[in-house]
């Protein structure tokens, strides 16, 4: 069963910065691209970037520009840079394997951004 552990989340001021880690169990990183998701309050959870195994990555258009996401495979990590933090973007971030997640989710990391 593959386990996955987000850390780095925290409470930022609108236009603050934070960074995400995530590493994951085994080699699952090694072998299918790698995405972050977020899920906020009385919504569904939804990709927000993601990168191929090659390094090329996607993003949402409400993260674009602000948002880069980049990995180490020997690691068996993926990060999350986020910059110029809006209230909106306050939900429960996770990673895990994209563009179609496994069924298997993590704790997730809290990220609230508020005044």
């Known amino acids: 069963q593959v386990q996955f552990v987000e850390s780095g989340g925290g409470l930022v001021q609108p236009g603050g910065s934070l960074r995400l880690s995530c590493a994951a169990s085994g080699t699952i990183f090694s072998i299918y691209g790698k995405g972050w998701y977020r899920q906020a309050p009385g919504k569904q959870r939804e990709l927000v970037a993601a990168i191929t195994r090659g390094g090329s990555a996607n993003y949402a258009d409400s993260v674009k520009g602000r948002f880069t996401i980049s990995s180490d495979n020997a690691k068996s990590t993926v990060y999350l840079q986020m910059n110029n933090l809006k209230p909106e973007d306050t939900a429960i971030y996770y990673c895990?394997?994209?563009?179609?997640?496994?069924?298997?989710w993590g704790q997730g990391t809290q990220v609230t951004v508020s005044s």
């Open positions: 895990n394997i994209a563009p179609s997640a496994t069924n298997y």
